[in-house]
Nanobody, 123 residues
Framework: QVQLVESGGGLVQAGGSLSLSCAAS????????MGWFRQAPGKEREFVAH????????RYADSVKGRFTISRDNAKNMVYLQMNSLKPYDTAVYYC????????????????WGQGSQVTVSS
């Protein structure tokens, strides 16, 4: 099991950028498939992006393709989400999640979750 803590959220104007970070402790981080998910008010939590263990293979939701980039640094036990060209509909609480022993993380598979970081995009 790993403990996950997100940081980097905040308020940004439409078209701007934010970088989210997720710090992991415990476990063997390189063995964890990692992902980002988000939940907007009144909506179900949804997939944003994930990255394989130990890294290199990524996948994105259609809604963020070309705008968001997920990456990881196993030496630092960190996973990142670079968000560019932000739009008001990106407003949500963003969650970092992971699970060991799988190649790519799905919401159903995730068994380690951070507490979330609020991202608000103004119009």
């Amino acid at each position: 099991q790993v403990q996950l803590v997100e940081s980097g959220g905040g308020l940004v104007q439409a078209g701007g950028s934010l970088s989210l970070s997720c710090a992991a402790s415990g476990g063997t981080f390189s063995n964890y498939a990692m992902g980002w998910f988000r939940q907007a008010p009144g909506k179900e939590r949804e997939f944003v992006a994930h990255i394989s263990r130990p890294g290199g293979l990524t996948r994105y939701a259609d809604s963020v393709k070309g705008r968001f980039t997920i990456s990881r640094d196993n030496a630092k036990n960190m996973v990142y989400l670079q968000m560019n060209s932000l739009k008001p509909y990106d407003t949500a609480v963003y969650y970092c999640a992971g699970r060991s022993g799988v190649v790519l993380l799905t919401m159903a598979q995730a068994d380690n979750w951070g507490q979330g970081s609020q991202v608000t995009v103004s119009s």
